[in-house]
């Protein structure tokens, strides 16, 4: 388990993940600008063959926390093949029970430190607005806002904002 001050709960490159836990989604799906429904449809080899191409990827790092051989934390980061120097970050969720332990903050620090090695020089995301945000989160690592908010999802109220931070 992780402490205030710095996570002791590996972080590693995934090759292949397990499919995200349910309740990843079933709690942060707007945070995702996905739904539910539409990542519960998907079938165990769609998460199978996807991670699998990106954990193959030099232009992917699929990242996972473990902790006894959960799941707890996880980080998608990729480099566009189109623009070599920006690195673009998805899906950060850390399971409630383990949130405030400085996973989150080790999962982007392991995003950060691969995509300068990877010759990145800025990275940038989106970030759901509304009450639960993870704005603050970003912000508290240097993301600034990169532009106004646009719609998360064509039948979603909730917009996303755009946020990025040099390398
Ligand atoms: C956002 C999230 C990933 C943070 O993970 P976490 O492991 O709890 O974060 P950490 O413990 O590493 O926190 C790192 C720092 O950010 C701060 N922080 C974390 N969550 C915060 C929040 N919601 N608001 C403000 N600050 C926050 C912490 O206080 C900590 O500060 P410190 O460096 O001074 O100690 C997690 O809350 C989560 O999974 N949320 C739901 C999914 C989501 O919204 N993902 C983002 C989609 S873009």
């Known amino acids: 388990m992780g402490d205030r001050h710095g996570t002791s709960i ?7 993940l ?4 349910t309740e990843c989604f079933a709690r942060c799906a707007d945070a995702f600008g996905s739904t539910l429904a539409r990542e519960e449809a998907f079938p165990d080899q769609e998460w199978i063959t996807r991670l699998a191409v990106g954990a193959a990827s030099s232009l992917d ?28 970050l ?14 989150g903050k080790s999962l982007l ?9 990877a010759g990145a020089a800025t ?7 509304g009450p639960d945000s993870a704005l603050e ?9 990169a532009g106004k908010p646009g719609q998360l999802r064509p039948d979603s109220g909730l ?3 755009p946020m990025r931070r040099s390398i």
């Not at 397990?18 to 836990?21: D, F, K, L, N, T």
């Not at 998805?90 to 332990?101: A, D, I, N």
């Not at 990275?123 to 607005?129: D, E, G, K, P």
């Not at 989160?137 to 806002?145: I, S």
């Open 137 to 145: 989160f970003y912000r508290h690592a240097g993301f600034v806002e």
């Open 18 to 21: 397990p499919r995200p836990p």
């Open 10 to 16: 590996p972080i590693s490159r995934v090759a292949p």
């Open 61 to 88: 790092l699929p990242l996972v926390a473990e902790e006894s051989g959960r799941a707890v934390g996880l980080a998608w980061v990729r480099i566009d093949a189109d623009d070599l120097a920006t690195a673009t």
């Open 90 to 103: 998805y899906q950060v969720w850390v399971h409630p029970e383990f949130r405030w332990l400085g996973i």
């Open 109 to 117: 620090a392991s995003a950060l430190a691969w995509a300068e090695g």
């Open 159 to 161: 917009m996303q904002q």
């Open 123 to 129: 990275m940038v995301l989106s970030v759901a607005c």
